[in-house]
C-alpha cells in the first residue's frame, strides 16, 4: 500500500514578486508525495518530469481528498497547471525505483483550470474492478489497460471518449464519457460489462 507523504512549503520569494525559483522533488518507490500551500488562493504550477518513467500527477480536493484532475506525464517532458485554492497538488510514484521531479510555482495567477477545460472538456474520474478477475479495456487513442482484480484505476478522458470491453476479439461499448461524470467519480467496470451484455443479449 503507497504511503502518502505530507510536504507542505512556503515559497517567500512570491512574497516580494520575484521570479519563481526551481524545486525539486525525489519521489521514493511506490510513495505519494502531497504538495500543498494553503494560504495561497491559487497558484500555477509548471512541473518537470527528470526521471525515466512516468509521473503520475493529481489534483485534489483539499476539502473532500476527491479526485479533480489526473494526469500522466511522459519522462523528459513538462507541463502546467493552475492549482485553485480549494486543491492541492500531488505526485504518485507507481515505479520501484525513486522518481525525481521539479516545479516552480506562481502565485496569484487569474487563469483558472475551468476555463481550459471549457476549451477541452475532460473527466476525471476512476475505473474500478471489484471483481476477482482481470478485464481487458481498450480507450482508442488513449490505452488499452488491463484491469487487475480488487484495483482502481485513474483516468482522465475527454468527453465523447469511448470506453471498450475487448471479450474474445470483440470490442464491446460499456461507456461513452460525458459531463454527466462528476470529476473523482469511482465506476464499477463489472456494473457496466453486465448492463451492455444484457443489452446485447436484448
Known amino acids: 500500500m503507497k504511503k502518502i507523504v505530507l510536504l507542505i512549503s512556503f515559497n517567500f520569494l512570491f512574497v516580494f514578486g520575484q521570479k519563481p525559483e526551481l524545486s525539486e522533488l525525489v519521489i521514493p518507490p511506490k510513495q505519494i ?3 500543498d500551500y494553503p ?7 509548471k512541473i518537470y518530469n527528470k526521471s525515466k518513467f512516468f509521473l503520475g500527477i493529481s489534483l485534489l480536493s483539499r476539502e473532500k481528498d476527491s479526485l479533480c484532475e489526473n494526469h500522466k506525464l511522459e519522462k523528459g517532458k513538462s507541463r502546467s497547471l493552475v492549482v485553485r485554492g480549494d486543491q492541492y497538488l500531488q505526485f504518485e510514484n507507481r515505479y520501484l525505483t525513486s522518481l525525481k521531479v521539479a516545479f516552480t510555482l506562481e502565485k496569484g495567477n487569474q487563469i483558472s483550470n475551468k476555463s481550459e477545460k471549457n476549451l477541452t472538456p475532460q473527466r476525471a474520474f476512476y475505473l474500478e474492478n471489484n471483481t476477482a478477475q482481470i478485464i481487458p479495456l481498450q480507450i482508442p487513442g488513449v490505452m488499452n489497460p488491463n484491469l487487475k482484480p480488487f484495483s482502481r484505476s485513474g483516468v482522465d478522458l475527454k468527453n465523447g471518449q469511448k470506453i471498450f470491453l475487448s471479450l474474445r476479439n470483440k470490442k464491446i461499448l460499456i461507456l461513452t464519457v460525458t459531463d454527466t461524470i462528476a470529476h473523482g467519480t469511482r465506476i464499477d467496470v463489472a456494473s457496466l460489462i453486465n448492463k451492455a451484455l444484457n443489452e446485447i443479449e436484448n
Not at 39 to 45: D, G, P
Open 39 to 45: 494560504l495561497f488562493n491559487a497558484f500555477k504550477t
Open 33 to 35: 508525495v502531497r504538495v
